[in-house]
């Protein structure tokens, strides 16, 4: 019977024996494995893409009450970006160094930051605001540090913290735009701009196999009018609102300048139904579509008129982020339905913005959207690719320098 028993009995698998992390990092002490206490970042830390935080110095030994804490404590977290904030000095250091890299330099960057009253409002108005507006504090916490790793992406834990802060935001600001009043206008404006912004510098990284347009920011963009609406309501009559300096400084889209030709479509004319196209064009030349592809090849031509005018660069970006806004809501329809004529115009859009990839957030953008669109074209439409197909080869920086 004692024979039996043992039998029965699984075969336990030897456990190695290893020195004891007394010094490991935070997250491997955690977990109760051990860690190689290679620096900055240690091996399981690195594989698993977290932040690795030393919060020991050499030679400490945990005291009796402290290892008792720990048996005490409940399990850690297993999402990477609470771990990455799990530490409370850890916390402040990365909150005060994405703020202080807001005020100086994720500000600089956006649309309109070469005048001094936009510039000013960003990098000084707004983190004051945030301060009273959570939404806002994450929502900066968040671009900074995507800023941050896109400029130095060897810094890995920053897509863990940009995660954080961005579900923060995200959470928070749809609780709060329910409600907003005079106090919290202002910052749900600011805050909705540095969403879209962000939600922009995700088209980087998208994928484009197969193809479909970037419907999710673009209704992101018009979405915001809401936002908008509401808050100027709430502020209605205030001399002293800040986003009103953003606002009073965006370019006209209706500068007489900036049109010309046929209905305004000048350059691009081509890209509106004809006769010369055949029976599809000539049905769709008394078609309600036609207003529609009119409407948004006229904006993009005035945009591409602003650029030959030399326009400075942070106002292209602003004429180039109200697209969705400007452009007839049934547009995006015919993007959804994958019409052709829709693809090829949004080809042009994208390319518009070729001469804009050393700007972080809008990077290699253009190229990437445009080739994508002209796999998903043939016949009649392939020769229409021609113009954003020469422009991104030749003005993507990131291109010609690769």
Not at 71 to 95: C, K
Request: glycine share 4%; proline share 5%; net charge positive.
């Amino acid at each position: 019977m004692a024979l039996k028993i043992k039998e029965s009995q699984p075969t336990m698998r030897p456990r190695l024996a290893h020195r004891k992390s007394r010094n490991g990092c935070q997250r491997c002490r955690a977990r109760r494995v051990k860690c190689d206490e290679a620096r900055p970042v240690c091996r399981d830390c690195h594989r698993h893409g977290v932040a690795c935080l030393y919060d020991r110095s050499e030679g400490q030994r945990p005291t009796a009450q402290t290892e008792q804490q720990r048996s005490a404590a409940p399990p850690p977290s297993s999402h990477p970006s609470q771990i990455a904030l799990a530490s409370s000095g850890y916390h402040a250091y990365t909150e005060l160094r994405l703020l202080h890299h807001f005020t100086v330099g994720t500000s600089l960057t956006f649309p309109g930051a070469h005048l001094q009253s936009i510039k000013d409002c960003w990098s000084i108005e707004v983190p004051k605001l945030a301060f009273a507006y959570k939404p806002l504090l994450y929502a900066i916490f968040a671009i900074s540090a995507l800023h941050l790793y896109r400029s130095k992406s060897s810094e890995t834990d920053l897509i863990g913290v940009r995660a954080v802060y961005l579900e923060r935001a995200l959470r928070d600001h749809r609780v709060c735009v329910g409600n907003i009043d005079t106090i919290t206008a202002d910052a749900a404006c600011f805050t909705c701009i540095l969403l879209l912004i962000d939600a922009f510098t995700s088209l980087q990284d998208r994928p484009l196999a197969p193809y479909r347009p970037p419907m999710e920011w673009m209704k992101l963009v018009r979405g915001s009018v809401s936002v908008f609406d509401a808050a100027l309501r709430a502020m209605k009559g205030s001399r002293t609102a800040r986003i009103l300096s953003i606002i009073h400084s965006a370019p006209s889209v209706t500068d007489a300048n900036f049109t010309f030709g046929t209905c305004g479509c000048g350059h691009f004319s081509y890209l509106l139904p004809s006769e010369d196209f055949g029976a599809g064009d000539c049905e769709q030349l008394r078609s309600p579509k036609l207003e529609i592809y009119r409407s948004t090849v006229a904006y993009i031509n005035s945009v591409w008129l602003a650029i030959e005018a030399r326009e400075h660069p942070a106002m292209m970006c602003r004429r180039l982020m109200v697209f969705p806004l400007i452009v007839p809501q049934e547009f995006l329809q015919l993007l959804q339905e994958m019409d052709s004529r829709a693809l090829v115009i949004l080809a042009h859009y994208f390319a518009l913005s070729a001469t804009l990839t050393d700007i972080w957030w809008i990077g290699h953008t253009a190229h990437r959207e445009v080739l994508a669109i002209e796999k998903m074209v043939n016949g009649q439409w392939v020769t229409s690719m021609s113009w954003p197909l020469t422009t991104v080869a030749s003005h993507c920086r990131i291109c010609t320098k690769s």
